[in-house]
């Protein structure tokens, strides 16, 4: 999949891709002033996108994930500051203008955004929404647009399409209006398309529609889609390869298989290792203790030191770079990435103490459907005392 550049080894991290790439990131910074300070939001990205490729962006809220795609679309506020290089095709986006970035937005590269209820238009129907969106790119008529409209519509998969263009987003389920703005992403045939959490709030089933639908999408334009999402499962099933991202910064990246069985960063274990397992079933889950660091006052050193259970005296002192492990291809940002890979589980890190669990609680349950299941200790003591008390 999408060959990650990075901003130590560019050129090693693509060698064996064939083929131009549509995208190309290259040490991107976005800093927010602010009358507190200022806000590191991303810093030092390096990342490639070519086309038809699928790269998977994961990370806990406010790890720069969703402030490194607006920067790609040049939809950041006018006080942020932009630094490194964005190249669309070979032309550099970084310091166009608002009116300079209208011929690639949406043409060239189109957002799928977390809301489509607050991205549509209420008091517009979606057919003219995405009419004026092709209108916008294409000297057409408008009946032209509206049977383009149509059209897109029925490639997402939306049933009876010439009757659902004319309807209103409130007239639309949660999935349908997803796939609209899918739809409204894909009408100008765009090279590049960015999906911020294109399936919040759905359920799982529209979910894998919707996933379907933007592969399928891939299959038949070509185009290259990047995917912003905290659902480690989508990255699993969809992307060919992933980069995590935690305090403004690429912690790890590198092809799906490579990263989800050989981790090289803590911070990519506990995060995989907080997913929920069936097989433990009646255990709490396994947290990252902790807070992600402010981007205002980001810590002396590694920026997940402070959580880290292999953070040692480097760690706290110098920020590690961004370089190739063990495998090839495969690229962690940790000064113990090579004490990690000696370890056989390292899940066993962030492992805490279970007290008063059922162990298996669906065999239990099963056997006395009245016996609490998954109980605390302090909880039964407290309810033991509270039956002690004397009733009035």
Not at 162 to 170: S, V
Request: aromatic share 4%.
């Amino acid at each position: 999949m999408s060959e990650l550049g990075v901003m130590n080894a560019p050129e090693s991290a693509s060698r064996g891709l064939a083929g131009d790439k549509l995208l190309r990131v290259e040490n991107l910074s976005v800093d927010f002033p602010t009358e507190d300070g200022v806000v590191h939001a991303v810093r030092d990205v390096s990342f490639t996108l070519g086309p038809g490729e699928v790269l998977g962006i994961v990370g806990e809220s406010g790890s720069g994930k969703s402030v490194s795609s607006m920067a790609v679309m040049g939809l950041l506020p006018k006080t942020a500051r932009v630094g490194g290089s964005i190249r669309f095709k070979g032309d550099e986006l970084v310091g166009r203008t608002y009116k300079q970035m209208q011929p690639v937005r949406g043409n060239g590269i189109s957002m799928i955004f977390q809301d489509p209820m607050t991205s549509l238009n209420p008091v517009y129907t979606v057919g003219w929404q995405l009419a004026e969106a092709y209108l916008a790119h294409h000297d057409v008529s408008k009946k032209a647009a509206w049977a383009k409209a149509v059209e897109s519509l029925e490639l997402v998969g939306i049933p009876q399409p010439d009757r659902r263009a004319a309807q209103y987003p409130h007239e639309f389920s949660g999935g349908m209006r997803q796939r609209a703005m899918i739809a409204m992403a894909i009408i100008n045939d765009p090279d590049v398309i960015i999906a911020d959490e294109p399936t919040t709030a759905l359920d799982v089933t529209v979910q894998a529609q919707i996933l379907d639908t933007l592969l399928r999408i891939r299959d038949e334009t070509s185009a290259g889609i990047m995917i912003i999402t905290h659902d480690l499962g989508v990255v699993a099933g969809m992307v060919d390869r992933v980069q995590v991202m935690y305090g403004g910064t690429v912690v790890e990246q590198g092809g799906v298989d490579e990263v989800f069985e050989a981790q090289r960063m803590p911070y990519t274990v506990g995060l995989l290792g907080s997913i929920p397992n069936p097989q433990l079933l009646g255990k709490r889950l396994t947290p990252i203790k902790g807070a992600p660091p402010s981007l205002m006052n980001l810590p002396k050193g590694c920026s997940f030191s402070p959580r880290c259970p292999l953070a040692i005296d480097v760690c706290r002192e110098t920020e590690p770079e961004l370089l190739e492990t063990d495998r090839t291809g495969h690229f962690a940002r940790c000064h113990r990435s090579a004490h990690l890979a000696t370890i056989e589980q390292p899940q066993r890190l962030f492992a805490h103490e279970e007290i008063g669990v059922v162990e298996n609680p669906a065999a239990v349950t099963m056997a006395n459907p009245d016996i609490p299941v998954a109980e605390e200790l302090d909880d039964v003591e407290a309810r033991l005392h509270e039956d002690e008390r004397p009733t009035s």
